[in-house]
């Protein structure tokens, strides 16, 4: 299997977890990319990386995307490894999907057994309630949501770059969460005393939060470890 050129992860937390990952292992060949959230700032953002020399001087390209995810299933629950087959944006339910590498897919779900493989749903704000997640599963046929997926696959895949994503959920469908909503700025970046507020507002949804969401950071770290041992030929 062929290196990644590029690793795509949200910026923040989960950024940060992939550096501690990355730096067990001998990952000079891999180029760690800070990605914003929400759809607006992140297509601004890839279609300038797309212009960059460090794409363009490249004659193919692999990107894996790592991060986290909240669950639509019932069979999915924190902690758990997710390999996307494919993902689609929340606007209706026949909206296209876009895939995933089917190579790099199945190499990778080979290499993180037991990771399950998912189609994902993206949308554009913070899908806070359980009873939303579970309809939202229901109604797309889908097993887990991020604010990313869909944007990445669609501009990169269409210039002709092979992308490949791994997820570990962070909260299941039955975990009712903050409202994030207001929390995210223009740049795609969180807002510290908005977030702090939010938080002291749903102090229990809050607590949930923070341990559900250090337990799939420690995972995401260590599944980035893994990625050294991946074979390369």
Known sequence: MQPFNFILVPQGQEYQAVIRGLQKIQSSFMQVIPIPIGSQSLTVYLQELLTSDAVKSQ??????VLGLCGSLSPDLHIGD???????????????????????????LHQHFIPAHLVCGLTSEQVITTAVE?????????AEVVDMEGTIILELLTKVGIKVAMVRVVSDDCYQNLPDLTTVIDTNGQLKKLPLLKVMVQHPIQALQL????????????????????????
């Open 81 to 107: 490894i997710v390999i996307y087959k494919n993902c689609l944006p929340l606007i209706s339910p026949g909206a296209s999907q876009h895939c995933c590498d089917i190579d790099l897919t199945l190499a």
């Open 133 to 141: 997640k579970q309809k939202l599963g229901q109604r797309y046929s």
């Open 59 to 64: 004659s193919s390209i692999q990107v894996l």
């Open 210 to 233: 923070i341990r559900s969401g250090l337990k799939s950071l420690h995972i995401l770290q260590q599944v980035t470890q893994k990625l050294g041992t991946l074979t390369r030929v």
